[in-house]
């Protein structure tokens, strides 16, 4: 019971820790106050900021307090600019987004299926629409890695973001471009298989899904004869 309400505590102190709410150099809320504000005991409060320490977002002091520290920033994917450093950005991800779609399969619950299956219905129906299209994109992988209940494999797509999606698809040859009807059923396919692997808790067939589908995203790049 102890251990779920720190992670209640954890989960607050993050949320306005990163919506700015207590900025880089803000003290935390004294021992008392916070177990005044949470209702728990002051061990849960003590776990919890050691949590926080653990993760990097405080830094306590003997006999001062515990004061927020500078959040790094997200992935700086500004910085892949060659059509190589791309086809490199890909190979990370088929390493990182396999294992977690693997994990996926074996640990998610109800509402984070759920939530997968809402994210590629998105996908289905905006389709072509590149407004949305790359959002609801990057939806359904962030929901995946979510669901491998690894905070890491989390952190590292919601920090690329995004860009992920788009900065593949700016180097497609049209061809493959999501207006082209027989490439877009090509890929809700692809989503498809890897969303029926994490349905059937089957994490070998997820991990499988999910490393054909990114390296067939790879395979159209390289399949373009542009120089850079």
């Known amino acids: 019971m ?15 820790i990163l919506a700015g709410e207590l900025p880089p150099g803000a003290k935390l809320p004294g021992e008392n106050g916070l177990v005044e504000e949470f209702g728990v005991s002051r061990t849960v409060i003590r776990e919890a900021v050691s949590r926080l320490q653990a993760a990097g977002l405080v830094e306590t002091f003997q006999g001062r307090g515990s004061f927020v520290l500078e959040v790094p920033g997200p992935v700086e994917l500004q910085e892949v600019r060659t059509h190589q450093d791309v086809l490199e950005l890909l190979d990370f991800r088929t390493g990182v987004e396999s294992e977690a779609a693997a994990l996926a399969a074996a640990r ?25 299209s790359v959002e609801v994109d ?81 395979h159209r790049l390289t399949s373009d004869s542009r120089s850079e």
């Open 2 to 16: 102890r251990r779920g309400l720190a992670y209640d505590v954890v989960a607050e102190l993050k949320r306005r």
């Open 108 to 132: 998610r619950t109800e509402p984070q299926l759920l939530g997968i299956s809402r994210a590629l219905d998105d996908f289905r129906q905006v389709g072509a629409d590149p407004a949305r």
């Open 138 to 218: 990057f939806a359904f992988h962030l929901k995946i890695a979510v669901a491998s209940g690894n905070r890491f494999y989390t952190d590292v797509v919601n920090g690329f973001g995004p860009m992920m999606i788009l900065l593949p698809r700016t180097r497609l040859d049209p061809a493959y471009e999501m207006s082209d009807p027989d490439h877009l059923t090509r890929v809700i396919h692809e989503h498809e298989n890897i969303h029926t692997a994490i349905v059937h808790s089957d994490a070998d067939a997820a991990r499988a899904a999910m490393r054909v589908h990114l390296t067939n995203t790879r």
